[in-house]
């Protein structure tokens, strides 16, 4: 172990300081690859969109401990300074949520960081000498308001500018942390892209069943909206007809206890950690994000990924690849065909569809809560946050699902605004509250113990497959012979909440819900594989279903029995040589059996008995 952490140190040193390229005195450092990140958070919401992951101070109001690292400069002399950092609140306000400072060796430099740009850009730092070679830097936050630093770049050319656009700047990188072009090869069986419930139980399973397998996830913890990092409780029912033992590996590795926006121990990471771990079958890829995708023929090659904290790159090969990432990301890479937004009224013929097609989506929720201390606690009364009121307030100590931000944006593209914009009400919110809100003695004890700084997302990409489910399939029980997992919970679709939106002129932050119920119904498996990809499986938010039809299929619970699914697909696949389509063509039976027996413990008690929701077969 002591040898591990020993390369893995050695590693980031040479990955901050490597020194290559036109410009051979240089130095290019990412922030994310820092050897003591402090306590800063590596956030790659946004990599594809902004270029890079990137470190964020997400204090809640309270400055995180400094982030440092030590770099080798090639030489002696006069270095011009650049940080590429954002101000994220600059949409909203003149002054700055989120200051830094960078200290070489220990000393602050004059400028600070975080004040200017609304975008993500170059901020010239001026100009620093390097009497020794070994520098330490350090990023020292200020305010605790989720200042952000993506990449240092230091150079003896004093007029040179580094470059922003994504293109060039991934080609600058590249060349100057001296990463391989040619990336390390991987071959498996059956490769999953994205770790949530349905990911995970889909690579679990497929191990479980003689697979060779590789869970690839772009985080550093398992479940997705399930995990600490979002903490959205399970939801839907397991173990229903016509496949009663669907269910029970997500009974075996889900937490036992429910709630939203809780302590980080309700929502167990060790337990699904631990159960793909125990898996002599499965390699996993934490922090391990994939964005380039090789096709051919109509199916996918192979798959690249970056380590998010490295940006060592890894190509995955297989025969068999499952898009599980909630974002439809390796199809859309593909090429695969998709959808997004609501389809019209007269598409599907579905009576809750719009009479026009439009982009509302569900949103992004920002969860919170506080807890009540012994003493008085204080919070900023911040300046840059939006203007609130009595009337504008909410006095409440934890902020559920219904904290939804971003319908009707882009859920790919806008990702870090819909975010932010999420961070910033909840703290506007509480600012109010604790500094001018008229009964603000009730909340004099309370301090915000979580935020989440990763958004908890419903809807963005759905891809096609051979079938697309819609609302009338659902509530007409219209029984297809490929049925598999079973959808539980009502149509269940989330609208901005109009009191909400008039109060706050069209950038609603809270949401409503409105529920169809429906008997429990298979969904066929025909939505769990792409069209036009022929190797490409699905499972979770991102399968081929209707706007409306998604208001059920979404919920973990469903979405984790889909990838138990998907892993005996892969046997089937692997057993028989066959595509997903031939598998509904030609050995179906092969897959009815196995999830007539399932993979799952079936002797583990079900002590999921939280947010099963209702169903018609109650009433």
């Known amino acids: 172990m002591r040898c591990l952490r020993w390369l893995i140190s050695l590693l980031l040193f040479f990955h901050c300081s490597t020194l290559l390229g036109n410009n051979p005195g240089a130095v290019f450092v990412e922030a994310e690859s820092f050897s003591d990140p402090g306590g800063w958070v590596i956030d790659q919401q946004s990599m594809d969109v902004m270029g890079s992951p990137y470190l964020m101070a997400h204090g809640m109001g309270l400055p995180v401990a400094d982030a440092s690292t030590e770099i080798k400069f090639p030489q002696q002399g006069r270095y011009r300074m650049f940080v590429r950092t954002r101000n994220w609140t600059a949409r909203w306000s003149e002054q700055a949520a989120g200051q830094f400072q960078v200290l070489l ?47 240092l770049y230091f150079t003896p050319d004093h007029t040179e500018t580094p470059p ?37 139980c889909a690579a679990i399973a497929a191990a479980r069943l003689g697979v060779q397998v590789a869970l690839v996830q772009n985080r550093p913890v398992l479940g997705g909206n399930n995990s600490s990092e979002v903490r959205v409780h399970l939801g839907a029912r397991i173990n229903l007809e016509p496949y009663p033992a669907l269910g029970n590996l997500v009974n075996e590795i889900g937490p036992d ?19 793909v771990l125990n898996e002599p079958n499965l390699s996993l890829f934490l922090n391990t994000h994939a964005n380039q995708v090789e096709v051919k023929d109509d199916k996918i090659v192979q798959v690249t990924a970056e380590n998010i904290r490295t940006g060592e790159r890894i190509a995955f090969r297989a025969p068999l690849f499952a898009d599980c990432t909630g974002d439809g990301t390796i199809g859309f890479l593909a090429g695969a065909e998709y959808m997004t937004g609501r389809e019209s009224r007269d598409t599907f013929n579905e009576p809750t569809a719009p009479e026009e097609a439009d982009n509302l989506t569900m949103g992004i929720s920002v969860q919170w809560f506080s807890e009540t201390g012994e003493q008085p606690s204080e919070f900023p009364d911040i300046k840059w946050g939006l203007p609130w009121s009595e009337e504008k307030s909410f006095a409440i100590t934890r902020g559920d699902w219904d904290w939804e931000t971003g319908m009707g944006k882009d859920m790919i593209r806008e990702t870090e605004f819909i975010r932010d914009y999420g961070l910033l009400v909840v703290y506007s919110n509480w600012s109010f509250l604790k500094n001018h809100y ?21 809807e963005s990409r759905r891809l096609v497959g051979d079938y697309i489910l819609n609302e009338n399939d659902i509530t007409e029980r219209k029984l297809m012979p490929d049925g598999t997992a079973p959808t539980s919970w009502t149509i269940d679709l989330h609208y901005p909440d109009p009191e909400n939106e ?47 039809a998604l208001g059920t299929t979404r919920l973990m619970r469903t979405c984790g029995m889909m990838g138990e699914v998907l892993g005996m697909a892969a046997s089937v696949s692997k057993a028989k040589d066959a595509t997903p389509r031939q598998i509904y063509q030609q050995h179906f039976a092969a897959l009815e059996q196995l999830m007539l027996t399932g993979v799952g413990n079936p002797d583990i008690p079900n002590k999921q008995d939280y947010n099963l929701g209702s169903t018609l077969m109650e009433q």
């Open 105 to 151: 060796n220990g000393k602050p430099l004059e400028q600070t960081f975080g004040t200017t740009n609304n975008d993500w850009s170059w901020v010239d730092g001026g100009f620093i000498e390097i009497e020794n070679p070994s520098v330490t830097i350090t990023l020292h936050d200020l305010t605790g308001f989720n200042g952000r630093c993506d990449a």
């Open 164 to 200: 922003n656009d994504l293109e060039s700047l991934d080609a600058f990188r590249t060349n100057l942390l001296g990463l391989s072009s040619e990336p390390e090869i991987r071959e498996f069986d059956f490769v999953v892209i994205g770790g949530g419930m349905a990911g995970t």
């Open 257 to 275: 206890q429910g709630g939203n926006a809780q302590p980080k121990d309700y929502y167990e990471d060790d337990k699904k950690l631990q159960a």
């Open 438 to 458: 008229i009964d603000k003695e009730r909340f004099a004890r309370e301090k915000l113990r979580w935020v989440a700084y990763v958004g908890g997302k419903r």
């Open 502 to 548: 008039e109060k706050f002129e069209g950038e609603a932050f809270r949401s409503i819900a409105e529920h169809i119920k429906i008997y429990p119904y298979p969904i066929p498996f025909r939505c769990l594989y792409s069209k036009n990809i022929d190797n490409l499986l699905m499972a979770g938010r991102d399968i081929s279903v209707s706007h409306v």
